[in-house]
């Protein structure tokens, strides 16, 4: 899986296969920017009026959410926009100059392109991840017994089952699961969630993390792929499909707490959104177009918050230093299910 989408990300465009939320519309960045806005007022307050943060986004495909969140800040609060240094996350040479591209005009911050997370200095951040998590490679399992399983594999394009003597460490396995279930790991994911947990709790910050997963203790096979904007066999030719898995968000939310940052979430998209102030910015958009651009706008909006769309199937998590004021979003008796 990770092979097959380092070569996809490499060789093709895969913005001809699926569009995010920032695509769909800009109220959906303008959105993450005032949580951006909130969170990283919250931060600074405890840092020196000269202090810098890290305003980091992994996995930014064409730099379209950043754009946004750059735009907004740069209107509503010059103060945390002159002092972020901008880090991306991103491997690809052709995205990483199509981003670059996308920002040319915020010449005035300081941006610089990683390879891995963990490459980020040890400075107060805020961290935000829109459909990054599920491209991270996984393993499956499935029990055959109440004390043994197998591994799938993948072996010249076809599946195999072999029997492991030792699971990885996630905290799936401490859940009652039956015989014959089959249970996916993201050890990448575990990692990288243990790495910033420990990150904004010793540094200051918080994490944002958007992607469409599971927020109650469920499993089962979720690997599935795209081509050409439709559903193909993940076993078609490496670098032709991208690859994604559902996120088990239970687990790494229990691996966040582990390492002493403080969990918002499981939220779901719409309910956050909507939190945000949603439907308040698209009456404010709506009442300066025209009728073509009144329906886009609608239109975008139910994607985005819908039950049946993205609203429900998409989950919204946050990390952050335990001193820091409980970040936006995250009311528990809000719902997502009246949005017009």
């Known amino acids: 899986m990770a092979e097959a989408n380092a070569a996809y990300y490499t ?11 920032p695509e769909i519309s800009q109220i959906f960045g303008e959105l993450i920017a005032v949580w951006t806005i909130m969170v990283g007022r919250s931060i600074m307050e405890k840092m020196p009026q000269s202090a ?3 305003l980091v986004e992994a996995g930014p495909g064409r730099g379209t959410l950043m754009a946004d969140i750059l735009r907004v800040m740069r209107k509503a609060a010059p103060d945390l926009y002159t002092r972020c240094k901008l880090y991306l996350v991103e491997t690809s040479p052709r995205l990483r100059e199509i981003q670059r591209i996308t920002l040319k005009d915020h010449e005035a911050i300081t941006v610089q392109w990683l390879d891995s997370v963990y490459e980020l200095p040890e400075m107060p951040m805020v961290f935000l991840a829109n459909e990054f ?3 991270l490679p996984i393993r499956q399992f499935v029990k055959i017994s109440e004390q043994a399983w197998d591994e799938i594999y993948v072996q010249d394009g076809m599946k ?45 910050g918080a994490a944002l993390f958007i992607d469409y997963g599971y927020a109650q203790p469920v499993w089962g096979d979720s690997l599935q792929a795209l081509a050409e904007g439709k559903p193909v066999s993940p076993f078609i030719e490496p670098g032709c499909a991208d690859l994604t898995a559902h996120i088990d968000f239970c687990s790494l939310a229990e691996i966040a707490r582990n390492t002493g940052a403080t969990v918002y979430g499981i939220q779901t998209q719409g309910c956050f959104l909507s939190q945000l102030g949603l439907m308040a910015r698209a009456q404010k ?38 001193d820091i004021a409980e970040p936006p979003g995250f009311m528990e008796d809000e719902r997502n299910n009246d949005y017009g």
Do not use: W, Y
């Open 160 to 204: 195999i089952k072999e029997i492991v003597e030792r699971c990885p460490e996630s905290p799936i396995f401490h859940r009652p699961v039956a015989i014959g279930d089959v249970v996916e790991i993201c050890e990448e994911g575990q990692a990288i969630i243990a790495f910033l947990g420990r990150h904004v709790s010793k540094h200051n």
């Open 133 to 135: 998590l599920d491209a």
């Open 11 to 21: 060789k093709k465009n895969p913005f001809e296969d699926f569009i995010t939320s």
């Open 52 to 54: 810098s943060f890290c």
């Open 285 to 322: 958009l709506s009442a300066h177009a025209n009728r073509e651009e009144q329906q886009q706008i609608q239109a975008a909006i139910h994607r985005l918050i819908a039950p049946e769309q993205m609203g429900t199937l998409f989950k919204v998590m946050a990390l952050c230093s335990p």
